[in-house]
T-cell receptor, first 112, second 108 residues
Framework: EAEVAQSPRYKITEKSQAVAFWCDPI?????LYWYRQILGQGPELLVQ????????DSQLPKDRFSAERLKGVDSTLKIQPAELGDSAMYLC??????????FGPGTRLTVL | RKEVEQDPGPFNVPEGATVAFNCTYS??????FFWYRQDCRKEPKLLMS???SGNEDGRFTAQLNRASQYISLLIRDSKLSDSATYLC?????????FGKGTMLLVSP
């Protein structure tokens, strides 16, 4: 069964360092999402791509976060510099247009 | 007011019990509704979609009341394996908004 791949699964970094997360969606899924999930909360959308274009990045803290999906396939989410409050699970999801979203296993980020 | 509100629980029930979760949403323009299940430290997975007519999938029944902006999930004959967090989700076009989730703990 096709799955969304994410790496790394775990990342520990010090504040002010740069971190990057990678996501490979299910083949053929045009829409890709990055979510942040803080412990005890539901996932919150950071950015949504349709192919290589950003559809919604209204909740992305653009002073420190960036996301790209250059060829409309895999995607990278970057944080620079990381802050203590960025500690969370970063989830990637993909979907065919307007259909069920399939989530990857997530990257658990700890900022010290 | 939060867009999607749920009682965080936890709901502690014995095996075999029936348990119900509720959820309210604030955006009347919401188009689609779902329940996702999330196991501890795992990713969310779709449990079922929710329709106004109500829908059932085995031991799980979901109901939507658009007039009251209210969604429910009923689990009958609870199993130990049902222990998880249940996320209420509303969608407008392709954007999902998640509730905080309701934790269910089923004990022997």
């Amino acid at each position: 069964e096709a799955e969304v791949a994410q790496s790394p699964r775990y990342k520990i970094t010090e504040k002010s360092q740069a971190v990057a997360f990678w996501c490979d969606p299910i083949s053929g899924h045009a829409t890709l999402y990055w979510y942040r999930q803080i412990l005890g909360q539901g996932p919150e959308l950071l950015v949504q791509f349709q192919d290589e274009s950003v559809v919604d990045d209204s909740q992305l803290p653009k002073d420190r976060f960036s996301a790209e999906r250059l060829k409309g396939v895999d995607s990278t989410l970057k944080i620079q510099p990381a802050e203590l409050g960025d500690s969370a699970m970063y989830l990637c999801a993909s979907s065919p247009l307007y259909n069920e979203q399939f989530f990857g296993p997530g990257t658990r980020l700890t900022v010290l | 007011r939060k867009e999607v509100e749920q009682d965080p629980g936890p709901f502690n029930v014995p095996e075999g019990a029936t348990v119900a979760f509720n959820c309210t949403y604030s955006n009347s323009a919401s188009q689609s509704f779902f329940w996702y299940r999330q196991d501890c430290r795992k990713e969310p997975k779709l449990l079922m979609s929710v329709y106004s007519s109500g829908n059932e999938d085995g031991r799980f029944t979901a109901q939507l009341n658009r007039a009251s902006q209210y969604i429910s999930l009923l689990i009958r004959d609870s199993k130990l394996s049902d222990s998880a967090t249940y996320l209420c989700v509303v969608a407008r076009y392709s954007t999902l908004t998640f509730g905080k989730g309701t934790m269910l703990l089923v004990s022997p």
